[in-house]
Antibody, heavy 119, light 108 residues
Framework: QVQLVQSGAEVKNPGASVKVSCKASGYTFTSYYMHWVRQAPGQGLEWMGIIYPGGGSTTYAQKFQGRVTMTRDTSTSTVYLEVSSLTSGDTAVYYC????????????WGQGTLVTVSS | EIVLTQSPGTLSLSPGERATLSCRASQSVSSTYLAWYQQKPGQAPRLLIYGTSSRATDIPDRFSGSGSGTDFTLTISRLEPEDFVVYYCQQYGSSPFTFGPGTKVDIK
């Protein structure tokens, strides 16, 4: 069965960076796309970007360009999201979610990783 | 960027009633690229409907989707107790892949 398992909660100081992982299993890792979506406390869903594990290509939402990096490790079927220059506005639950194409619906989601930015 | 607006923000209904949730796009969305998700407290969103009207795996047939162009609808024919949560629409045909702000269905 398809599973996306994310790393645990993080607490970071303002100005720091955080790296969140999402380990995939139950399907061919390099044949699907992975997105990152975040949700601030009590708020809606915000799309951050997409990575294609098959070749490593990425596209980021304009709001996050220059501050977000998505990478993958095909040997462990894991994708990573790194966010730099954190502010309190980055406090959110970060989700990975899979699609079958660049333009696809999100059929499986990770359980979410809470990132708290606080001094 | 395509902006999605959902209405109402909160829908107060009783179990067994019919729920109609609206999603309006700032520009036309191909019906192929409109989805609905359900989110329960403390959980990740779950795919309900894709391609405007196709139910995802294991989704009960009381959930249905319709619409075209800029106006889309999620209908829950008879509300069950577990349906009183938040619903989001999403367009995935144009990057950035945007979500609506959500509609909360709560118990009247």
């Amino acid at each position: 069965q398809v599973q996306l398992v994310q790393s645990g909660a993080e607490v970071k100081n303002p100005g720091a960076s955080v790296k969140v992982s999402c380990k995939a299993s139950g399907y061919t890792f390099t044949s699907y796309y992975m997105h990152w979506v975040r949700q601030a406390p009590g708020q809606g869903l915000e799309w951050m970007g997409i990575i294609y594990p098959g070749g490593g290509s990425t596209t980021y939402a304009q709001k996050f360009q220059g501050r977000v990096t998505m990478t993958r490790d095909t040997s462990t079927s894991t994708v990573y999201l790194e966010v730099s220059s954190l502010t309190s506005g980055d406090t959110a639950v970060y989700y990975c979610a899979r699609t079958s194409g660049w333009y696809g619906y999100f059929d499986y989601w990770g359980q979410g990783t809470l990132v708290t930015v606080s001094s | 960027e395509i902006v999605l607006t959902q209405s109402p923000g909160t829908l107060s209904l009783s179990p067994g009633e019919r729920a109609t949730l609206s999603c309006r796009a700032s520009q036309s969305v191909s019906s192929t690229y409109l989805a609905w998700y359900q989110q329960k407290p403390g959980q990740a969103p779950r795919l309900l409907i894709y391609g405007t009207s196709s139910r995802a795996t294991d989704i009960p047939d009381r959930f249905s989707g319709s619409g075209s162009g800029t106006d889309f609808t999620l209908t829950i024919s008879r509300l069950e107790p577990e349906d009183f949560v938040v619903y989001y629409c999403q367009q995935y045909g144009s990057s950035p892949f945007t979500f609506g702000p959500g509609t909360k269905v709560d118990i009247k």
